[in-house]
């Protein structure tokens, strides 16, 4: 079946430096999607969250970026921070009703080298 | 800030045994929910709630699971017969108005199946 996928397990970064994460999803029909960030230990926190209708979407020191063209997601963090280290995932969910479940991406291992 | 609530954080449990995971979630949400993360993998759904019964349920919810709100505040998930392959992080979420909202993720039960 259709999946959501990560291009990359790990990811390292410098404290300050800005941090792309990227997402492949392969269901066309999808029309919400949302990144998580998961400490461990810790259930997945919601980072921020982007319709099909949109193309970018800006939070706090968080951008996500959405090109259906190539069914592709991405999550900048700018000036990491150490407290951003944790795992990152993005989740997708096909139109339909409220209590439709996510689909889950692998995850992404964020670490900030200090 | 609200939060979902889970208990136990960890339980460990004789194969064939049952158990039951314990979630309150946050008290104007409406949506109910319960994923899964075997270690290592994805985030998988398992089952939503809304209006006192099961919305959706994804293939890996089968007849060894049930879900209950057996007051105003508490949601449970029942494994009847616990299988080693159980063994995984159990996460509960609710959203107020369905999953286009984004999710409020429990700190999860760790299930350990011996």
């Known amino acids: 079946g259709e999946s959501v996928g990560l291009h990359l397990p790990t990811l390292s970064v410098q404290e300050g430096d800005n941090s792309i994460i990227n997402c492949a999803y392969s269901?066309?029909?999808?029309?919400?999607f949302i990144w998580y960030k998961q400490e461990s230990g810790k259930g997945p926190q919601f980072i921020i969250d982007?319709?099909?209708?949109?193309d970018k979407r800006q939070g706090q020191r968080v951008t996500v970026l959405l090109n259906k063209t190539v069914k592709h997601l991405s999550l900048q963090i700018a000036a990491t921070q150490p407290g951003d280290s944790a795992v990152y995932f993005c989740?997708?969910?096909?139109?339909?009703?409220?209590?439709?479940?996510?689909?889950f991406g692998k995850g992404t291992h964020l670490i900030i080298q200090p | 800030e609200p939060e979902v609530t889970q208990t136990p954080s960890h339980q460990v449990t004789q194969m064939g045994q049952e158990v039951i995971l314990r979630c309150v979630p946050i008290?104007?949400?409406?949506?109910f929910y319960w994923y899964r993360q075997i270690l290592g993998q994805k985030v998988e759904f398992l089952v939503s709630?809304?209006?006192?019964?099961?919305?959706?349920k994804s293939e890996i919810f089968d007849d060894q699971f049930s879900v209950e709100r057996p007051d105003g505040s508490n949601f449970t998930l029942k494994i009847r017969s616990t299988k080693l392959e159980d063994s995984a992080m159990y996460f509960c979420?609710?959203?107020?108005?369905?999953?286009?909202?984004?999710?409020?993720f429990g700190s999860g039960t760790r299930l350990t199946v011996v």
């Open positions: 979420a609710s959203t107020p108005q369905g999953a286009n909202y984004g999710y409020t």
């Open positions: 709630f809304y209006n006192n019964e099961i919305s959706e």
């Open positions: 008290s104007n949400h409406l949506y």
């Open positions: 989740a997708e969910k096909e139109p339909g009703g409220g209590a439709d479940g996510l689909t």
């Open positions: 269901n066309s029909a999808s029309d919400y």
């Open positions: 982007i319709r099909s209708n949109m």
